[in-house]
């Protein structure tokens, strides 16, 4: 398997052309690049089917995330 590196084009302002897709929806639907976390976010149309993308950052969170889970 080969690892994909995506080519981002900003120019410094609040926008970047990317070639990176959505990791969630089909894969001719573009991720959205955060610019100020430089992180991939989900693309716009997954987003509104409600997809997010979280970070646990204690045993704690992942516990009420897998209690969450059973309900």
């Known amino acids: 398997m080969n690892d994909f590196k995506p080519t981002i084009i900003t120019d410094g302002g ?3 052309n990317h ?8 894969q001719t639907e573009k991720a959205v690049l955060d610019l100020n976390s430089n992180v991939f976010q989900p693309s716009w149309k997954a987003q509104e089917n409600g997809w997010h993308l ?5 045993k704690f969170q992942k516990l009420v995330l897998q209690f969450l889970k059973l309900i």
């Open 19 to 26: 070639n990176m897709p959505c990791a969630v929806m089909d």
């Open 14 to 16: 609040p926008w970047a």
């Open 54 to 58: 979280i970070k646990l950052n204690n």
